[in-house]
């Protein structure tokens, strides 16, 4: 019998996440354990909604260090602007393949809130 879809998925969940402003831009870290993913088949992304007339934020974080007593956590980290709130931005974590297209609403996206 084949594992139903995001089985794998339902092990990964979210640490802590830190936020350090640098100038104009704020760094921010977060803690990833994806439990039984492959670190190579996903990734992780902060993603923040449009606001006045903007553009949504969708960028890629960068895989840091894997976690010390973790089998399979890591910190993930990306700048992104420091013109809007920190709470504005929320890490998720998405499948990765080089032809997937995956939308906002797929089930196989894990959400930090």
Same mark, same amino acid.
């Given at each position: 019998?084949?594992?139903?879809p995001g089985?794998?998925?339902?092990?990964?969940?979210?640490? *802590?996440?830190?936020?350090?402003?640098?100038? /104009?831009? &704020?760094?921010?870290?977060? *803690?990833?354990?994806? +439990? +039984?993913?492959? %670190? /190579?088949?996903? +990734?992780?992304?902060?993603?923040?909604?449009? $606001? /006045?007339?903007? /553009?949504?934020? @969708? &960028?890629?974080?960068?895989?840091? =260090?894997?976690? *010390?007593?973790?089998?399979?956590?890591? $910190?993930?980290? #990306?700048?992104?602007? +420091?013109? @809007? =709130?920190?709470?504005?931005? $929320?890490?998720?974590?998405?499948?990765?393949? %080089?032809? #997937?297209?995956? =939308?906002?609403?797929?089930?196989?996206?894990?959400? &930090? @809130?």
């Amino acid at each position: 019998m084949a594992a139903r879809p995001g089985a794998a998925l339902a092990e990964a969940r979210f640490g *802590e996440v830190h936020v350090a402003r640098h100038g /104009d831009s &704020q760094e921010i870290a977060v *803690e990833v354990h994806l +439990g +039984g993913l492959d %670190p /190579d088949a996903v +990734g992780v992304e902060i993603y923040a909604d449009a $606001t /006045d007339g903007g /553009d949504r934020v @969708r &960028q890629s974080m960068a895989r840091g =260090p894997r976690l *010390e007593g973790s089998g399979g956590g890591y $910190t993930y980290h #990306a700048a992104v602007p +420091g013109s @809007r =709130p920190a709470g504005d931005y $929320t890490p998720r974590l998405v499948p990765r393949h %080089p032809a #997937a297209a995956i =939308p906002l609403e797929a089930g196989e996206i894990l959400w &930090q @809130r």
